[in-house]
């Protein structure tokens, strides 16, 4: 049997004992594109299809990027919470004063590896201006903003367009709404969420909709001031560990 494996992104093909030079593949979309991307009906045929994490690929954003592998666009959620799972007091409260160095550090960290960074436009208007060494997306439908790209597209064709770009991974920066819009889309594979120690009582929540998703948890680490910087991977199979 060809050693034909799911998963969303290549560079996770490690986490396959036994398929670390799979060609990846996923369902009809990713099938499709990978026949568009060269690969041959024989080799489909026999595939043995593990789908990890279990979603469905969005059509045009898997690359071929050798004989045998397909890599996705990787796309993660990071924010910062109050523990008791606020973003912000109200849609002008910047987190800059109530975050830890850590969770900054990561912050900057990640979305500068991301080289780009999407938001939306009340989220936008909380900063001093564009982010730096990033290419700064913002959802709006009327609004235009110095240094930033104004976009109202489907989560997916965003993704689409910034694979095409060269982009390989994509930060979603928030607020609660663009968090829920991409969320729904099921097009996010990780989440950095940091909980710092503060209570709000009431406030904006990471998301505004009714959602349910499964989620693995990667890793964790605590930072000085006792904010915990949590790492988890959405589990789209809807099963989650030690279920
Ligand atoms: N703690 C954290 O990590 C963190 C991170 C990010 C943000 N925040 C906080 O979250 C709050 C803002 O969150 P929010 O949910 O109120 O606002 P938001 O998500 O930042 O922005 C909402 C705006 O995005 C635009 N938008 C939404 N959906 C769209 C679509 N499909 N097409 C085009 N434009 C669309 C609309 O802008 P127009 O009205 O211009 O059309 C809408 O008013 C702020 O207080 C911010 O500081 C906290």
């Known amino acids: 049997m060809a050693d034909l494996v799911a998963v969303r992104n290549a560079s996770r093909r490690a986490d396959i004992p036994g398929h670390e030079n799979a060609l990846i593949l996923s369902d ?10 060269g690969a041959t009906a024989d080799k489909l045929g026999d595939a043995q299809e593990i789908l990890i994490p279990g979603r469905p690929f969005v059509r045009g954003i898997i690359r071929h990027i050798g004989h045998s592998i397909i890599q996705a666009m990787n796309c993660f959620i990071i924010a910062a919470l109050s523990a008791d799972g606020c973003i912000a007091k109200d849609d002008k409260h910047s987190p800059f004063n109530w975050t830890s160095k850590e969770d900054k550090k990561r912050f900057i960290e990640f979305t500068k590896k991301a080289g780009v960074v999407v938001m939306g436009s009340s989220t936008y208007a909380t900063l001093p201006g564009a982010l730096k060494e990033r290419v700064n997306i913002v959802y709006s439908r009327s609004k235009k903003f110095e240094g930033a790209e104004v976009t109202a597209k489907e989560p997916a064709e965003l993704l689409t367009e910034l694979e095409g770009r060269g982009f390989k991974e994509v930060a979603i920066c928030g607020g609660s709404h663009i968090y829920t819009m991409f969320m729904k889309a099921k097009v996010v ?13 009431k406030g904006v929540n990471l998301f505004n909709e009714d959602l349910l998703f499964h989620m693995n948890l990667v890793s964790t680490s605590q930072a000085e001031n006792g904010a915990l910087l949590l790492e988890y991977a959405v589990d789209y199979k809807g099963v989650g560990k030690g279920k």
């Open 189 to 201: 594979d990780r989440l950095f969420l940091t909980i710092e120690p503060i209570l709000f009582g």
């Open 28 to 37: 009809d979309a990713a099938r499709t594109t990978a026949i568009a991307c």
